[in-house]
């Protein structure tokens, strides 16, 4: 499959950084994830938390979570747990590298409502260029005929794709 780097969204980006695997299968549209608890339960944190604000604000191939214009655009990801982070702060940094020419000055924060936490990030030159590694990479895998090899990771056997992958 070809894929143009304007197809890209921030739950590729999400997956590149934590499984590729699992994002060849998202690219493919090969989903298990429907009634996996820890997704719905994720959902209904979203719908929940910060209900005076407008959520899930499109802008091209982006959906984010929500934004407030106090002291700077600050845009939002909401996540249910802070555990497993890495992919949630590439998939905000990828909405910060997007905005970054319409708006320079724009900062993320990674918000967990049940934990009542919260994690800023702004992006950076470094980012930036592992931004565009990343996108690359994404690009790659999405013109792969099969998937990249199963690698075991300490948060697989929660995974959707579990038995897809190690069974």
Request: include cysteine; hydrophobic fraction near 40%.
């Amino acid at each position: 499959m070809y894929m143009e780097s304007e197809n890209i969204t921030g739950v590729m980006v999400q997956y590149y950084v934590t499984c590729k695997r699992e994002l060849w299968f998202y690219i493919n549209q090969i989903n298990m994830n429907y009634n996996n608890d820890d997704i719905l339960i994720g959902k209904s944190l979203h719908e929940k938390s910060y209900s005076r604000d407008n959520k899930e604000i499109r802008v091209d191939n982006m959906v984010i979570d929500f934004i407030r214009n106090k002291d700077g655009l600050t845009i939002f990801e909401v996540k249910k747990s802070s555990k497993l982070t890495i992919g949630a702060k590439y998939q905000l940094y990828f909405y910060l590298y997007n905005l970054r020419f319409i708006e320079p000055f724009v900062q993320g924060a990674l918000v967990y409502p049940k934990e009542r936490k919260k994690e800023e990030l702004v992006l950076t030159d470094d980012i930036i260029e592992e931004m565009n590694q990343i996108i690359e990479g994404i690009i790659e895998i999405a013109s792969l005929n099969k998937p990249p090899l199963a690698e075991t990771k300490p948060f697989c056997k929660n995974c959707s794709f579990f038995e897809l992958c190690m069974v």
